[in-house]
């Protein structure tokens, strides 16, 4: 799969859960998927992300098999009803890695855990040489908002992991053009912290592989205005404009179309 990341895209999130934090992006079942990536692919989505485990502070343990019944649901349908667009599966599991490539072919691997939480799967990315998403986080969903100690600015804490994990990613067999970074806002990290990742977001950028943000509705952006989730995209536009600013390749969106429209305006500023 050769990922085009020459103009920043947008990534349409495909929550195959009953679970997810933001209401409005649950997709349990097949009609409500298929209405989801039509929307989404309409709206100009580059990329279709689907997960089959919520991964929000807390969330409930989700067995294998549920989890595999879940994704392969949503490529299924994605593969029928938009087979032109690349897909995306959001797991940090390997076996789940492995059973969609097997079944469905070429797909990104996105997995939060930088292959922390299954040492095996960067075996299975490097076997399919497919695009990896590696995130940085501390802990488990279940743990991770007790994990929000640094020793040092978050900034460089991030751009350090991530200068270790990338050698070792290598190292294990994945080529460095199919490496992606994604900095994690929201996981393992309190607000502040978040904002401060927000300003340093070059820095990762400057380390050469391209740059994966993922904030849309999330709590720093609701919190800090004081609305819910399904209030807050005014502020996820506004800070998905900054992540580009800032060298982000990819926007991790619940609403493609918003999302779109702010690459289309990037891409007229920039000089």
Known sequence: MILDLSSPRVM??????PDSFYAGSRTPDAAAVERRIREAVA?????????GYSSRPGADEVSVEEEWRRVALGVEVARRVAPGVP???DTFRSEVAERT???????????ISAGELDPAMWSVAAAHDVPYVAMHMKGTPQTMQSQTDYRRAITAEVVDYFRERTGAMLAAGI??????????F????TAAQNFELLAGLHELSAEGFPVLAGLSRKSMIYRT???TPAESLAGTVAL???????GARILRVHDVREAADTVKLFNAYRP
């Not at 490539?101 to 997995?111: A, C, H, M, Q, Y």
């Not at 080529?175 to 994690?184: A, F, N, V």
């Open 101 to 111: 490539l097997r079944t469905f072919g070429e797909v990104i691997v996105n997995d």
């Open 12 to 17: 349409a999130i495909v929550n195959v859960t």
């Open 186 to 189: 929201g996981f393992a990290k």
């Open 43 to 51: 709206g100009g989505a580059d990329i279709l992300d689907v997960g």
């Open 225 to 227: 205005l004081g609305c």
């Open 175 to 184: 080529r460095r053009e199919r490496i992606i970074l994604d900095p994690g």
């Open 240 to 246: 998905g404009w900054e992540c580009l600013r800032q």
């Open 87 to 89: 897909v995306s599966v």
